[in-house]
């Protein structure tokens, strides 16, 4: 669905420097298995967005990746292309809509991610799941999370996918890099957040990467695990 907006052209409301970052030893990926293997109590912060469509409700999966680099950890994610019809052009994790072979939440995230980008399932690691999360068209998407080692190959989808970068996981769970932005649609008013990062792209130039909506709430909602 197209944006009658720019996100990336709206004020910034606020920035949540006043909390803490997640501790680097807490961002290895032993830490990470730890934490999912034995969860604290916690609340997802961010569950449902503002429905502005009346589509049925359908279930979807992502997978949000976690590559394991020398300096870190470090989220593989992806640009859609601008054709689509949900979510055209925004970055997103690898993912999609539940089919009905898929055996569960887990099985729909590695299939979606290895038609996506080529990410085998036997290169990841899946060590937990966060909490659903409804976005505004109408998608219950579970967040599948997996530890995938330095030496994955990727086969991108040109229909799909137009990019995939990485993004280090510690910038992404600092909520000093956490934005906040507000915009009335339709007579309501809309929040999200947003995490933009300078990265290098696959030609090597500089780019600014927009982290937002569904993607950075699902982020919010680890780096809110991750700090319980």
């Known amino acids: 669905m197209a944006l009658s907006f720019d996100p990336q052209e709206l004020p ?7 909390l803490p970052a997640v ?7 032993e ?38 680099r020398d300096e870190g950890l470090a989220v593989l994610l992806t640009q859609r292309t601008d054709h689509l019809t949900d979510h055209p052009g925004q970055v997103s994790f690898p993912g999609g809509r539940a089919e ?55 086969r991108i989808d040109p229909f799909e996918v137009a990019e995939v970068f990485e993004v280090p996981l510690s910038f992404l769970m600092n909520p000093a890099n956490h934005r906040w932005h507000a915009i009335e649609v339709n007579g309501s008013k809309r929040e999200f957040l947003s995490m933009p990062w300078m990265g290098v792209d696959a030609a090597g130039q500089a780019r600014r990467y927009f982290v937002w909506g569904a993607t950075a709430a699902m982020l919010r909602n680890l780096y809110r695990f991750l700090a319980a």
Do not use: C, N
């Open 12 to 18: 910034v409301q606020s920035v949540d420097d006043h």
């Open 23 to 29: 501790i680097a030893v807490e961002l290895q990926a």
């Open 31 to 68: 830490a990470m298995r730890r934490r999912f293997g034995r969860p604290p109590v916690w609340s997802p912060e961010i569950a449902v967005e503002r429905q502005f469509t009346g589509r049925k409700p359908t279930h979807a999966s992502v997978l949000v990746p976690l590559v394991e």
């Open 100 to 154: 009905p072979e898929d055996a569960d939440a887990v099985a729909t995230a590695l299939r979606e991610a290895q038609e996506e980008i080529g990410l085998s399932p036997d290169q990841v690691d899946v060590i937990g799941q966060l909490p659903t999360y409804t976005t505004g068209t109408g998608f219950i998407v579970t967040p599948v999370v997996g530890l995938v080692l330095p030496d994955f190959s990727i």
